[in-house]
């Protein structure tokens, strides 16, 4: 109904709660335990794959300076 360019499954809802959750600057061990992990080592592993701010911030500047063209 959605037609949503990817399946919507709860890996997806997993994923995006915890980047979320990141962003929103919310306790990892908060993080930990709503995603079940054993370890706030294993979160903050996760969590590390999930930081595209930097890359973000890049695509801003250079979508900014392209139209300044």
């Given amino acids: 109904m959605l037609q949503l360019p990817i399946?919507?499954?709860m890996y997806v809802a997993h994923y995006s709660w915890a980047s979320i959750a990141k962003?929103?600057?919310i306790p990892i061990s908060i993080i930990s335990n709503a995603?079940?992990?054993?370890s706030e080592k294993i979160t903050?592993?996760?969590?590390?794959?999930?930081d595209t701010s930097v890359v973000d911030n890049a695509?801003?500047?250079i979508l900014a300076a392209l139209g300044e063209w």
Avoid: A, F, R, V
């Fill in 59 to 61: 695509n801003s500047e």
């Fill in 7 to 9: 399946p919507l499954t």
């Fill in 35 to 38: 995603l079940g992990h054993d």
């Fill in 23 to 25: 962003q929103k600057q």
């Fill in 44 to 50: 903050l592993i996760y969590l590390s794959t999930l």
